[in-house]
Structure formats: structure tokens, C-alpha cells
């Protein structure tokens, strides 16, 4: 608020999914957060988001790594252009795909983003085919090769875990230790590949009690109080009050 739309830092924020799901305009809690901190919000209906049509959203199948990741650089560009976005400070952040993209988007596109914050993520095809709760029913399993590949080495092929050693900025991560969407050993496993690859993780947080998000209010306050600090830390700078603090309000205290 009160700020010009220019060479702002730049939080990119792809929602879940893929299929189905999109953003619309209206309150949404999580951009307000990070708009109320200095931050610009980018929120972007790649290919597979819902309300445009069947077509549209079937053409995330198999495209995961490339179709879908370059809407999202593609929007970020487009950012950049137009001025809103100051280039050297945009992060990237999602929950469940959203935490794939922000970790497959920057193998993708090197050098783009400044940091990564993925949450309640899915990075190991392996694991979402053997422990998730979509791999319990033929239909699951059948969108899962649909979306994914029909084996190993194709599945293998679009997940962040395997591009560990192209990951080259600070990440972030959280999971619910019960999470039967997108089970927790798929954050552990990429912290571990990171950490094999010379990059180990600034956080990971695995919340006991939590599931497919955080529910419970210190969860949560504990989990944005680090993301917050995550993201100060790497695009905020000193003398914007509002990046990695609360704004203060005027009038009468």
C-alpha cells in the first residue's frame, strides 16, 4: 500500500494442483501477507488451471517439468519487463505442486530466482507412486502415470529431486509429518539430495501433527515467521519498512 508498482522484490507463487485448481481475483490471505511486507505477488493460471476449459486443463499432462514451468518463467519475465519486479529479488514459493514448481522452476530457469520456499511439496515421483494416498486406487495410480510417465525413467525425468545439483540458490522447506498427500519423505529426500549436491537447505521444518498444510496456529505462525525471515534474508533490504516486519498502522496507537 502506498508504494509505486516499480522494481519491487517479487515473491512468485504458482498454486496446487495442477489440474483443476487456479487463482482468482479477491482476498487471498497468503499474498496478503507477504503485500503487507513490502512484497509484489505474482500468481500465475499456468496450463492445467482450472476455469478455461477441459483442454486447457489436459494439457498438463506431461508437462510438468517444461510446459508448466515455462508459463510460470514466462509470467516472471513479463514481471520483469514491465517494471514491477526488480530482477535480482524474486523468490519463489507454493504449497503441494506450488512446492514442486519452486523447486523444479529454478533447474529450469537458472539464475532467475534468488531463493526457494517449497511447502508440503511433491519432489520424488517414486515416493508420490508408493506412499501417497493417490497411489492407493487404480484411479490414482492411472492419473499419476498419466501426469507423471508409465516408468521409472520417465517419471524420474520431471521431478526436482533429480535435477538436486542444477538447484543452486537458498531453499526452504516444510512438510506435516502427516501428510498423506504428499508424504513428508518426499521433503527429506530432496533435503538429503541438496545437501549430497553442496546445497544444503537453510530450513526444513517436518511439523508433527500436520498434514496437507498447517492448521494449528503456532504451526503456522512458526512456519511464516521463518518464511518471512526466509525471504528478508535474500530479496528484502534495509530501509523498506514493510519487507520482514508489519507494517505499522497510522493514527492513534
Known sequence: HGRDPKQL???????????????SWGFNPEAQLFANRGYAVLQVNFRGSGGYGKAFQDMAYGQWRTGIMADIVDATKYVIEQGYADP??????????????ALMAPA?????????FGYVGAYDAEIQMTLSDTSESEDGLRYLRRA?????????????????????LPVAMAAGARDPRCPPENTEAMA???EKAGNKPEHVIIQSG???GFYDVKNRVNLYT???????????RKGEVEVGAPAQASGAP
Not at 517479487?10 to 487463482?23: C, E, K, Q, S, Y
Not at 529450469?108 to 526457494?116: L, N, V
Open 88 to 101: 535480482q529479488r524474486i523468490c519463489i514459493y507454493g504449497g503441494s505442486f506450488g512446492g514442486y514448481s
Open 148 to 168: 507423471l510417465g508409465e516408468t521409472k525413467e520417465e517419471r524420474a525425468s520431471v521431478m526436482p529431486i533429480s535435477y538436486a545439483d542444477k538447484i543452486k
Open 226 to 236: 521463518t518464511m518471512l525471515g526466509f525471504f528478508d534474508r535474500h530479496i528484502g
Open 210 to 212: 500436520e498434514m496437507h
Open 108 to 116: 529450469e530457469a537458472p539464475g532467475m530466482f534468488a531463493c526457494a
Open 192 to 194: 538429503k539430495a541438496l
Open 9 to 23: 522484490p517479487l515473491i512468485v507463487n504458482p498454486h496446487g494442483g495442477p489440474m483443476g485448481p487456479r487463482d
